[in-house]
Nanobody
Framework: QVQLVESGGGLVQAGDSLRLSCVAS????????MGWFRQAPGKEREFVAA????????YYADSVKGRFTISRGNGKNTVSLQMNSLKPEDTAVYYC???????????????WGQGTQVTVSS
């Protein structure tokens, strides 16, 4: 069992920055790939970014490349998402996720957090 708790969501204006954080607890989270998905109203949940357990590789959706940066804490139990140049279309509930396999992590991760709301006003 892996528990994931997100924090850092909020209301910002277009062009602003926001940093999301996720803390993992439970099983050997240090060997898990971690990442972020998001779900906007009326839309399906979509992949945003992921990082391998060793933090040697990162993956991004095309829509956020160059604006978002994912990073993993030294203790490997935290993952952060630095979001710059935010746009109204980034408005969504952002979910932290984890999986033992990086391929599964970017498609159908096994473990999910409860989500944190990010709202970007124009």
């Amino acid at each position: 069992q892996v528990q994931l708790v997100e924090s850092g969501g909020g209301l910002v204006q277009a062009g602003d920055s926001l940093r999301l954080s996720c803390v993992a607890s439970g099983r050997s989270y240090s060997t898990y790939a971690m990442g972020w998905f998001r779900q906007a109203p009326g839309k399906e949940r979509e992949f945003v970014a992921a990082v391998t357990w060793s933090a040697d590789r990162t993956y991004y959706a095309d829509s956020v490349k160059g604006r978002f940066t994912i990073s993993r804490g030294n203790g490997k139990n935290t993952v952060s998402l630095q979001m710059n140049s935010l746009k109204p279309e980034d408005t969504a509930v952002y979910y932290c996720a984890a999986d033992a396999n990086i391929v599964e992590m970017v498609t159908t991760p096994h473990w999910w957090g409860q989500g944190t709301q990010v709202t970007v006003s124009s």
